[in-house]
């Protein structure tokens, strides 16, 4: 959603964790739709004619290891895809023609557009495909979504993937660049996008081989070395920088002087609550799972998050269209619910909890949690349920957590496009160390979500019933722009450039004979009652997660 500042003279500070994906994230001024403007001068006027983007030299402009946010921005110039991810999380095909599926969903045939030139001039093969999506399935920012991925290969303008499990969203996975084979590893890998890297510019590719408008009709992009987030701030505001892209909520932060537009990008960046259900409170099961109607989610993403956050309580973003509304409701805020949940759990009378008083671990590096695990830690203290917020260092929480040392704990995780829960319920997912939450009834719905996502929600529902994880909201990040400098973009999800008159529809490319929908499994039988699976006790499971930041990609 594009949100309109102008003329900001003290831009407001939003301040949260910092992390690993983008080390050195600025911010900008806090929005609202459709602010009205000043007379007020301007801070800075900008030079006509002149485009220009900040990089961190030190993060480097490599798509496949480069975790800086702000690098990050000029990728879509040099780079295309097979597919890139709208923001509302549909795959678009770029590079891909067509595709089709296998009728047991494990093998992808893809047909690559004809005639793709390099911008040094070459055209793009097959090859040079399947070695990019190799290089992805070994970098830790694209490890986790080609997870699934048994081999690639391919040959004239054919490129096939195959699979260890049915799949449906593929192509959602598929927002890797392609580069030319032989460049993957070096420190500027050559691509197929209407920009290339020449000397400290952007310059346009004359090899382009789309026939369309350019989105931009500069034809060179200044490059801005900066060491800081200051450094950022100082070229958006005084120097040649145009376009900052960050998560206006990161620990590093500047705040902006200038009069600059402002988009939001949905992400798959999760924040949420993990609970101990070994000792203390929470192994209570309905003590655990009424801690959701205390969470006051869209006062934390106005307030504290600052707009740029989206409330849910159930772990898919209300951007995608597998995001469930009505489940969602049924879970929000409801402080009396909560209340009543309290007294009838019995916990705050229990003799073991006489003297009880829990822990709410948190990163101290995130203002923006600890600020949401404070405001949580009053709700329950008021309803009897005493706990005290514990601030530590990243690695510290981190190590507190893969110990088991809390009542509750709040995470945040990179989630993969299609939403993919495996990770906190396998056995060696990266969202549970220590093998503390294997749960072979939710990971085998993973699976069929994966295969079906008419299974999805059902997969949400006994998420949410059972309790493991409590979301809060997924978090957006922010592209500013100075005014007047792009006419039209509409970012989709680690792609900024996104042009909206130049999409292709997932329909557009879809060879496949699909057969009729198939009726979501049937999962109402795998509970008895206590939210938890058939033949199993609530305390009989470890914690769901850590508070690892998937670096996967898309943000």
Not at 174 to 192: F, H, N
Not at 305 to 331: H, N, R, V
Not at 518 to 526: A, G, I, K, L
Request: net charge negative; proline share 5%; aromatic share 10%.
């Amino acid at each position: 959603m594009k949100r309109l500042i102008a003329l900001l003279l003290a831009a407001l500070l939003l301040l949260s964790g910092c992390s690993e994906a983008d080390p050195n994230a600025t911010t900008g001024g806090g929005l609202s739709d459709d602010s009205e403007t000043t007379s007020l001068e301007p801070i800075a006027q900008k030079q006509v004619g002149t485009f220009g983007l900040s990089y961190y030299p030190e993060y480097g402009l490599n798509p496949y290891d480069c975790y800086a946010t702000t690098n990050r921005a000029m990728f879509s110039l040099l780079y295309e895809c097979l597919f890139v991810v709208s923001n509302g999380f549909a795959p678009e095909p770029v590079l891909c023609k067509s595709f089709s599926v296998s009728t047991d969903g494990l093998t992808y045939t893809f047909t690559l557009q004809p005639n793709v030139l390099f911008s040094d001039g070459s055209a793009m093969t097959a090859d040079d495909v399947v070695n990019s999506i190799n290089v992805a399935r070994g970098s830790n920012l694209f490890r986790s979504r080609l997870a699934h991925v048994i081999s690639c290969s391919g040959a004239d303008g054919v490129v096939t993937i195959l699979l260890d499990t049915p799949y449906e969203n593929l192509p959602l996975m598929l927002d890797v660049p392609i580069v030319k084979q032989g460049t993957a590893k070096s420190e500027r890998p050559i691509g197929t996008g209407p920009y290339k890297l020449y000397g400290s510019k952007l310059v346009y590719n004359t090899s382009w081989w789309q026939d369309t408008k350019r989105i931009m009709e500069y034809k060179e992009i200044n490059l801005s070395a900066a060491s800081g987030t200051d450094d950022v701030r100082d070229q958006f505001e005084f120097g040649g920088t145009d376009l900052v892209y960050c998560d206006p909520n990161a620990a590093a932060s500047a705040g902006y002087r200038c009069d600059y537009e402002a988009w939001e990008v949905p992400t798959t960046v999760m924040d949420f609550i993990g609970f101990n259900l070994k000792e203390g409170w929470f192994t209570n099961a309905e003590l655990r799972k009424a801690v959701t109607y205390a969470l006051d989610r869209t006062t934390y993403c106005n307030e504290i998050y600052g707009g740029f956050a989206k409330a849910t309580s159930i772990p898919c973003s209300p951007a995608s269209p597998m995001y469930d509304e009505t489940l969602d409701e049924q879970y929000d805020y409801a402080p009396e619910k909560f209340r009543e949940a309290v007294q009838s759990s019995g916990v705050t009378t229990a003799t073991e909890f006489a003297e009880y008083t829990g822990s709410i671990l948190v990163n101290s590096e995130d203002p923006a949690r600890v600020e949401v695990a404070q405001r949580i830690a009053d709700v329950l203290n008021e309803a009897g349920v005493r706990v005290e917020v514990h601030k530590y260092s990243r690695s510290n929480f981190s190590y507190m957590v893969q110990q088991g040392d809390y009542d509750m704990y709040l995470g945040q995780v990179r989630l993969t496009a299609n939403f993919d829960l495996t990770a906190f319920f396998s056995q060696y997912g990266y969202m549970n160390p220590g093998e503390m939450t294997t749960d072979d009834a939710l990971l085998s719905m993973c699976t069929q979500a994966l295969a079906n996502s008419g299974n999805f929600s059902a997969l949400c529902a006994q998420v949410v019933q059972r309790a493991q994880i409590c979301p809060i909201a997924f978090r957006s990040y922010a592209i500013y722009v100075s005014r007047g400098m792009i006419s039209a973009i509409e970012p989709g999800v680690d792609y900024v450039f996104r042009d909206p008159a130049n999409v292709r529809l997932l329909a557009d490319a879809d060879e496949t004979k699909l057969p009729e929908p198939t009726e979501p499994t049937d999962v109402s039988d795998t509970s008895d009652g206590d939210g938890e699976p058939d033949g199993t006790d609530a305390t009989d499971h470890g914690q769901s997660a850590d508070d690892y930041y998937d670096p996967d990609a898309n943000g």
